[in-house]
């Protein structure tokens, strides 16, 4: 008897659309580093600024649509799944890669887990001092805790993280979604409304200009992070094929999934481009690095921007969490089979206060899942600056991971040679982007270097 394609290789059954794999698709690219945009065009100035964010929007499309036909090998439609990334290079380019992607892919996922608790906490205290202020006066000792807010997310995290897969996520990536369109459409009409007060556009051609007081070096250190900070504001190809393995069939999945990151990409390319340059237009030079912190009224809509923020980054941690649960206790079941009995039985709990309401888990999943995350929160109160840190990590990991990996795993699924006119493109790209990443890598060293030295263990600086 044949099987559905749906459930193949592994009888999982699939259930995701065009739509849920979008909205997942927007939770990975769109992040709170949106709000730091303005500031990156700013220190590429007008021509720089707003041709490198239509031109890295191409370039992540361009080897994302690539990696879509890396889903099933040896045929892109009705071969082998390949479930993960790491399944993808370990198919494709063989094991002595897999080690090397893996650390910098879950290292990453981590990172970006970790920078999530911090911001949130900040966003969280950042309004409450805010009303403090509002409420007392300017001059008002509104002193907040951020650890609280950590613990307060970390608890939260633990429950949400008990869904079995990135499937049943799907409406978290919705929530997700919508609320980064919402705290990025107020911060653009926030943007439009200062720029249509002044009546004239802020900022000049030239690059290295902000920041009159700085040094000629840190200027420079800043454009070499504003430019790795735009490259990176597109990146999804990490988990882009754990998103593709949500899709259900017959529909071959490489073509849904191409039109799912055409959405992804053309969406999160359109606002990026309008805020990054409506921002910079209305503050010029001055364009604070988190872009909310410079309105104070109405203080409401503030407010609204500021929770959409902290929502988005509470459900958006989900995405990423669910990728690393899936690779540990796919890992770890082998190991504890002979404990099945036990760690791996489902146990089925019904709630009465909601009716024909059950919850289903696993010893394995609530052990592991709920160490992982308080490990995660307890790094995160640990290392409040973690997210100098981070810069450093995303700069390391784009070109292998976003370029490098997929390049080559394309180039021997379509049986590229040596010497042919596209595997010379594909050099030329590849080295571009390496550029790219050391020179943003040099400026994140800057930049974390500086902010160590006024960093403390287990304290937020707001």
Not at 21 to 28: E, G, K, L, M
Request: proline content about 3%; aromatic content about 12%.
């Amino acid at each position: 008897m044949e099987m559905d394609a749906s459930s193949a290789d592994d009888g999982r059954i699939r259930t995701g659309t065009v739509w849920t794999a979008t909205a997942h698709a927007f939770t990975a690219i769109v992040g709170s580093g949106i709000l730091a945009l303005p500031w990156s065009v700013a220190q590429l100035g007008w021509i720089l600024g707003p041709f490198f964010l239509v031109s890295f929007a191409a370039v992540t499309y361009y080897i994302a649509i690539l990696l879509c036909d890396c889903y099933r090998t040896p045929d892109p439609v009705k071969g082998r799944r390949n479930y993960t990334y790491m399944d993808a290079v370990r198919a494709l380019l063989g094991p002595k890669h897999v080690l090397i992607s893996g650390i910098m892919q879950y290292s990453m996922l981590w990172g970006i887990m970790i920078g999530f608790t911090i911001t949130t906490a900040i966003s969280t205290a950042t309004m409450k001092r805010s009303a403090c202020i509002h409420e007392k006066g300017a001059n008002a000792k509104c002193k907040v805790s951020g650890n609280s807010y950590m613990l307060a997310f970390g608890a939260l995290e633990i429950l949400l993280s008990q869904f079995p897969n990135l499937e049943k996520v799907t409406f978290l990536s919705v929530i997700s979604t919508l609320t980064s369109l919402a705290y990025a459409l107020i911060a653009l009409c926030l943007s439009i409304a200062k720029f249509s007060i002044q009546h004239e556009a802020k900022g000049t051609i030239m690059v290295a200009m902000a920041g009159k007081d700085l040094a000629t070096s840190t200027k420079i250190w800043q454009v070499f992070q504003a430019l790795g900070n735009i490259a990176f504001s597109y990146t999804y190809s990490m988990l882009l094929l754990e998103i593709q393995d949500t899709l259900k069939s017959p529909q071959a999945e490489n073509k849904v999934m191409k039109r799912v990151t055409l959405y992804a990409i053309g969406g999160t390319a359109l606002f990026y481009t309008s805020l990054g340059c409506m921002g910079y237009a209305a503050f010029g030079a001055d364009v604070p690095g988190n872009y909310l912190t410079g309105f104070y009224k109405p203080l409401w809509l503030v407010d609204i921007a500021n929770l959409a923020v902290i929502i988005h980054l509470i459900v958006g941690y989900q995405v990423f969490a669910q990728t690393i649960f899936a690779m540990n206790e796919k890992s770890l079941a082998t190991r504890w089979q002979a404990h099945g009995s036990f760690f791996n039985k489902i146990y089925t709990v019904r709630l009465q206060c909601i009716q024909d309401y059950s919850f289903q888990f696993t010893p394995s999943r609530l052990l592991l899942r709920t160490g992982f995350v308080i490990f995660t929160t307890l790094v995160a109160m640990m290392f409040p600056f973690f997210n100098a840190i981070l810069g450093l990590l995303g700069s390391i990991s784009f070109w292998p991971l976003t370029v490098y990996f997929p390049l080559n795993m394309y180039m021997v699924q379509a049986n590229i040679k040596r010497g042919d006119s596209t595997w010379i493109m594909f050099q030329v790209l590849s080295l571009l982007c390496l550029v790219v990443s050391l020179v943003s890598a040099i400026g994140s060293v800057a930049d974390m270097l500086e902010r160590l030295k006024h960093a403390q263990l287990f304290h937020i600086n707001l």
